[in-house]
């Protein structure tokens, strides 16, 4: 029987879309917290949320779709 992480991996292979969102978002957090300016920071910061949340919605959706 597979367990839940590997469900989780088998369908995030086959969507590349999280894939990518991903390393995006960890890219802009990482700026973000890097950036000297304030509003750049939390402007970055919380464009990687918003990308991180959307990348675990669409995966979430795609598993429920395929059950």
């Given at each position: 029987?597979l367990?839940?992480?590997d469900?989780n991996?088998?369908?995030?292979?086959?969507?590349?879309l999280?894939?990518?969102?991903v390393?995006?978002?960890m890219l802009l957090?990482?700026?973000g917290m890097t950036?000297?300016?304030t509003?750049?920071?939390?402007?970055l910061?919380?464009?990687a949320?918003?990308?991180n949340f959307?990348?675990?919605?669409l995966?979430?959706?795609?598993?429920?779709?395929?059950?």
């Amino acid at each position: 029987m597979l367990s839940p992480y590997d469900i989780n991996l088998k369908y995030m292979r086959k969507f590349k879309l999280d894939q990518t969102l991903v390393p995006v978002a960890m890219l802009l957090l990482v700026v973000g917290m890097t950036s000297t300016e304030t509003y750049m920071k939390f402007t970055l910061m919380g464009a990687a949320i918003l990308l991180n949340f959307t990348a675990l919605m669409l995966n979430t959706q795609n598993i429920k779709n395929k059950e």
